[in-house]
């Protein structure tokens, strides 16, 4: 949500991959990969082993990184299958490209978990070197302007585009009550974690649904996915939207897959990207060449494969693709 495969917005590839995505997440489940009753928790958690001097790419970290042999990333670990606890321990798709990226560079990623929306503010105060953590590359954060006021507000960062993916809807299974896209949604209620590109799609089609003289979309804004999916379970909201991954991941592993069904197709794709401050263009680049050499040599095809994401593939590693 890129330097990638196209976005996904015809209907029949969309249902293909989410149809495919699906059948490998539920594979992952029943061989004990994951459950969405796991809770997330505090903690930090490291990703790679450090080779140091040794590995391919060490040279090209920043003095600091080759001394500590340690990137700090913020992430939102309550994220499945991006990022989320199993047993006590961290584990999901950006863990596990963080171990693949850790190797060639030499240090440790260690995952450190925070709320999402407080990640870019905990890099800019350097309690982070970078955040991965699902998070889109939007030119607003790139600029460092509030989507809600559209004025600057902070410093913007810079994105390491590694991953594409859209916002998905989903509701109970078996009772859509009666929403077969998001057109359907004014008057209604929707759950959304708060921050993403999902909470500002929804105001912006709560606007349409005003434009067009119907009742506004009711949006519910939690810390993390996982609230607005127990909130659904509950019938306290209609709907929830979050990012296409996510979204397959808690309809084929939620209630072994009985407790919801996805609606419609992807909205909004746009690459995930690593954050990195606009003034640490050295560890930026750093990344970057990691990530081409994990593409290249395929460990990172490994990984997607692994987590039943392999649509969102990127073929080209762009610094601040996002629309």
Do not use: H
Not at 141 to 168: L, N
Request: with cysteine; hydrophobic share 35%.
């Amino acid at each position: 949500m890129t330097a990638s495969t196209t976005p996904r917005t015809a209907a029949a590839r969309s249902r293909v991959a989410v149809a495919g995505a699906i059948a490998v997440v539920g594979a992952l489940l029943l061989s004990g990969c994951g459950d969405m009753r796991d809770k997330p928790g505090a903690g930090d958690e490291s990703a790679g082993a450090p080779a140091g001097a040794n590995a391919p790419l060490f040279d090209k970290l920043p003095k600091r990184i080759q001394a500590s042999k340690v990137i700090k990333v913020g992430s939102d670990i309550a994220y499945p299958p991006i990022e989320f606890k199993k047993g006590g321990k961290s584990v999901g798709l950006d863990l596990d490209l963080g171990a693949a990226l850790g190797k060639e560079l030499g240090v440790k990623l260690e995952f450190n978990n925070s709320v999402f929306d407080a990640l870019l503010t905990g890099m800019r105060s350097k309690r982070y070197d970078i955040a991965m953590s699902a998070m889109t590359d939007t030119k607003e954060r790139q600029e460092g302007i509030d989507p809600k006021t559209g004025k600057k507000a902070s410093e913007g960062v810079d994105f390491i585009d590694y991953f594409s993916a859209g916002a998905s809807l989903y509701t109970k299974k078996g009772d859509t009550k009666g929403i077969k896209g998001w057109e359907d949604l004014c008057g209604k209620k929707i759950g959304v974690q708060r921050g993403t590109v999902s909470d500002n799609f929804a105001k912006g089609e709560s606007k349409k649904c005003e434009e067009s003289g119907k009742d506004p979309i009711s949006i519910e804004a939690y810390d993390n996915d996982l609230e607005a999916q127990t909130r659904l379970k509950a019938g306290g909201v209609d709907a929830v939207s979050s990012d296409f991954p996510s979204a397959v991941y808690a309809a084929a592993t939620s209630g072994g897959g009985k407790d919801f069904e996805i609606i419609g197709d992807q909205v909004a794709a746009n690459p995930y990207g690593i954050a990195v401050g606009k003034d640490d263009a050295q560890l930026r680049d750093a990344l970057k060449a990691a990530l081409e050499a994990i593409i290249k040599n395929g460990a990172y095809e490994k990984v997607l494969k692994t987590w039943g994401v392999e649509a969102g593939a990127v073929k080209e590693v762009k610094i601040n693709g996002g629309q």
